[in-house]
Every structure is written in structure tokens, then in C-alpha cells.
């Protein structure tokens, strides 16, 4: 993975972009929104510490257990540019056999349902499910399904945890390995997020 993984560290910023082409935020965070969500979520037990979480913070989110149990490499946790083009975040690279993807891990301070829909997410595709007793969104983008899986988490009011898996080598997972993914890093980002409440 090593002699793959600077290249494809370089095209996580790059498709990290793409895959939130329509999710463009600026780098100052608006006020969090703070209306329900409309996606039939379990209650929240409580709002997880996300809120002005800096990029270098995002990247202890995914420890050393949890990015074995997904898994992503060696050359992982780099935080992602803060641009005006995504939300500030942190990228992990992994490989599963021959596919190579990309993991990033971002904060963002709107709604879950209202993101889910800027993301332009594909109906047929969203599957809600609950980590640690917090609602969760699997979705793939609309026209991109075969190049990877978002998790979603309704983290705190007004703020939604995304962790993004996108696919760097084509046809090397399945809809089900890439979400299934996602959704383990998600899952370890939660129980961090847990023990620092």
C-alpha cells in the first residue's frame, strides 16, 4: 500500500471535493440549524462534542482500534484542506485487498436531514439505522453509487457527523463493503466522540 498510498492520499483531497461537489460550505460555520429531522430517528441521548472541533482534533476520532476494525493504513488521519470548498475534516486512506479508498471525516453544522438532502442523496439508497443510540443515514450520491457510501450521524442539535468512503479503485468493493465501511468508521468515531463527553 505504501508506494499506492501518497498518490492516493493526494486524490482523497481531490475526490473528497467531488464526491461533495454539491456540499460547498464556507469556512467560517454558520449558526447550526436546529429544526427536526424529518427521517424518523431515535432520539438523541445527548449531543456528542463536535461543535468548533478544528481538523487536527477530527483526526483523533478514528483510534488505532477503530481504524484496524475498517481498515485504513499506515499513512492516515491527515487533515483535509479548509478551502471554502468542504467543511474542515480529517482523511484516512485504506485498502481492502486490492481496492484503495478514502475515508474522511467531517463535522457539519447543519440538521442531518436537511445535509442529507444538499448532498444529493439518493432515496433508493438510504437505509437509517442507530450507533451507540444515535440515528444514523447510509446514502450514496445520485449517478456516483458505485464509488462509494456516506454515513451520516445526528451527533448534536444543529450538527451532523459525515463520514465519507470514496473508492479509488474501481469495481474493488461492493455497495454493501463500502457502506459497511463507512458505517464501522462512523461507528468509531461515535464511541470516541462518547468517552470525550
Known amino acids: 500500500m505504501r508506494a499506492t498510498a501518497r498518490g ?18 464556507p469556512d467560517p460555520a454558520p449558526a447550526p440549524q436546529t429544526e427536526p429531522s424529518g427521517l424518523d430517528l431515535p432520539r438523541r441521548p445527548g449531543d456528542l462534542p463536535v ?21 485504513v493504513g499506515e499513512i492516515s488521519g491527515r487533515p483535509l484542506s479548509s478551502n471554502g470548498a ?22 457539519v453544522p447543519e440538521p442531518i436531514d436537511r445535509f442529507v438532502e444538499q448532498v444529493n442523496s439518493n432515496p433508493d439508497t438510504r437505509r437509517t439505522y442507530e450507533l451507540n443510540g444515535y440515528g444514523a443515514v ?49 461507528k468509531a468515531a461515535v464511541a470516541t466522540l462518547q468517552v470525550q463527553r
Open 51 to 71: 461543535a468548533d472541533k478544528q481538523r487536527d482534533e477530527i483526526c483523533g476520532w478514528l483510534t488505532p482500534e477503530g481504524k484496524a476494525s475498517i481498515p
Open 138 to 186: 447510509q446514502s450514496q450520491v445520485w449517478g456516483a453509487e458505485n464509488m462509494g457510501c456516506d454515513a451520516y450521524v445526528d451527533a448534536a442539535e444543529g450538527r451532523t457527523l459525515w463520514i465519507n468512503l470514496m473508492l479509488f479503485t474501481p469495481g474493488g468493493l461492493d455497495t454493501d463493503q463500502m457502506c459497511g465501511k463507512a458505517q464501522l468508521a462512523a
Open 8 to 25: 492516493a492520499l493526494a486524490a482523497l483531497g481531490a475526490v473528497a471535493a467531488l464526491s461533495g461537489c454539491t456540499v460547498n460550505g
Open 86 to 107: 468542504n467543511y474542515p475534516g480529517c482523511g484516512f486512506l485504506g485498502q481492502d485487498g486490492p481496492a484503495n479508498y478514502g475515508i474522511g471525516v467531517r463535522v
